[in-house]
């Protein structure tokens, strides 16, 4: 229960499982047609959190009816292999979306990898065809994470035509992304990063603000105008390893209207955006 100096949750967990049991409806209607959306979701390698990242993914198909398939390889897997295994999929009918878990071993380049994925599949929307997609306001597909965020600032019944929103972050995964995002929603955008000289100056002028740094604290109370939107995309460990925002969430907590928290916020969004990509791509192949 929040009290009216305490900006009010945004709840990541509760919009996800409304939009995945929207997911496994479509995904029934899919298969009254005849068809069953597939995604192939690849792990190369013994990354911790990338096993604990395809597992999660995998459960979430299950969980909607969409149709996984993992396959995990050895660290060594040769280059050519992969891409090789990437073309396979690319002609397989029965896939319509391919995930290549990141990171990847360093002698795998992440780019080419990225860019073998054909771009009706493409269902993280890393690819430079798909970014262009974005770019120019065409559809595609919308990276996860930012495409998560959007849906959280939907909920809490903001519109964006006219408001000013700051992004702090410049990554190709989240912040270039979310800047079009809001761009195409009528906002007015603005883009902070390392190199901004006062990220408070612009940020105070925010009607919505979305950090995305992994770097703790880089959002604090007297940065935020209040009654803002903030949404907090990253992940760190604070001093007693609990996880942890960007955001400094307990005082800016106290001056927004509506704030992510984290865990629980933006996280569960990414994984619902990805199935919602995987069955659009299915959607669209049986139209």
Known sequence: MTTPSSGQLIDGVALSAKLRADVATRVQALQARGATPGLAVILVGEDPASAVYVR??????????????????????????????????????????????????????????????????????????????????????????????????????????????????????????????????????????????????????????????????????????PGAVVIDVGMNRNDEGKLCGDVDFASVRGVASHITPVPGGVGPMTITMLLVNTLEAAERTAA
């Not at 073998?116 to 430079?128: P, R």
């Not at 992004?167 to 800047?179: Q, W």
């Open 56 to 225: 999660n993914k995998v459960k979430a198909c299950a969980d909607t009816g969409i149709r996984s398939v993992f396959e995990k390889y050895e660290t060594t897997l040769p280059e050519a292999e992969l891409l090789a295994r990437i073309a396979a999929l690319n002609a397989d009918p029965s896939v319509h979306g391919i995930l290549v878990q990141m990171p990847l071993p360093k002698h795998i380049n992440p780019h080419k990898v990225i860019e073998a994925i054909s771009t009706a599949k493409d269902v993280d929307g890393y690819a430079t065809l798909s970014a262009g997609e974005l770019m120019t306001g065409q559809p595609g597909f919308r990276p996860c994470t930012p495409y998560g965020c959007m849906k959280l600032i939907e909920s809490t019944g903001l519109d964006l035509r006219g408001k000013h929103a700051v992004v702090i972050g410049r990554s190709n995964t989240v912040g270039k992304p979310m800047a079009l995002l809001l761009l195409q929603a009528n906002a007015t955008v603005t883009v902070c990063h390392s190199a901004t000289a006062d990220i408070g100056h612009h940020t105070r002028q925010a009607d919505v603000i979305v950090a995305a740094v992994g770097k703790r604290n880089v959002l604090t109370a007297d940065m935020v105008k």
